[in-house]
């Protein structure tokens, strides 16, 4: 039998104190906030005791850091998939990016799509890599469940493909909270979403949840 349940994770809260786009640009790290979001997402799994088997995280450190706790409670290696990274973003490393783009004339081919979106990776490419880092999850074990920490905006597209929408969307109306856990069982012959949670709500109202694509 292939794995129950495949739970997909968000990092926790990133140190970001110039509010830039982060994107894959190297050196974010959590804050020490997002360590205990990290921290209280492994341990709602941990308190529910189930049978976590693998454990995959995006390469960046934000995912790296936030997959720790998961493998210190589960006694498991953090393996890595590069298809559960941030999409590209030619925005990356700038504050104020779509609204700054508006009125320089040379950047304007960036924003020509936004359905596309023609500022980064395609919404169809990000849905197709992590749909295929699920799948291969899913039967990568006999039994149990399997773990990837991604990021917000792979996450989303793999609840909007699910649900059958759009990949287009307004990103101020993402439900995926830092530290959050939507999971996924596979049914017939497609996954669906049977839940989401927010273990880490009672320290969402002092985090900053900036710097996503």
């Given amino acids: ?16 104190p110039e509010g830039v786009l982060y994107g894959r640009i190297e050196g974010f790290g959590l804050s ?23 454990l995959v995280a995006s390469p ?25 990274i941030e999409p590209t973003n030619k925005f990356e ?24 979106p023609s500022w980064g990776e395609a919404y169809v490419s990000i849905a197709a890599r992590m749909l295929a880092a699920v799948d291969e999850a899913w039967r990568s074990v006999d039994d149990g469940d399997v773990v990837l920490v991604s ?25 995926c909270s830092l530290s959050s856990i939507t999971t996924l069982e596979h049914h017939g012959d497609a996954f669906v979403e049977v839940s989401y949670r927010e273990p880490a709500a009672a320290l969402q109202a002092s985090a900053v949840d900036t710097g996503a694509v």
Avoid: C
């Fill in 93 to 116: 490393g700038r504050q104020q990016t779509y609204k700054k783009a508006l009125v320089t004339p040379a950047e304007w081919p960036w924003i020509a799509n936004p359905l596309k």
């Fill in 1 to 16: 039998m292939p794995a129950n349940q495949i739970h997909l994770v968000r990092h926790g809260e990133v140190f970001n």
């Fill in 151 to 175: 990021h917000q905006l792979p996450i989303w597209m793999v609840h909007r493909s699910l649900k059958g929408e759009r990949l287009f969307h307004d990103p101020r109306r993402r439900r």
């Fill in 60 to 84: 960046l450190q934000r995912t790296q850091e936030s997959a720790e706790p998961w493998a210190r409670r589960f006694g498991l290696e953090i393996e890595t998939d590069a298809r559960l």
């Fill in 32 to 54: 020490t906030l997002g360590h205990r979001m990290a921290e209280a997402s492994a341990r709602s799994l941990r308190e529910e005791s189930l049978p976590i088997r693998r």
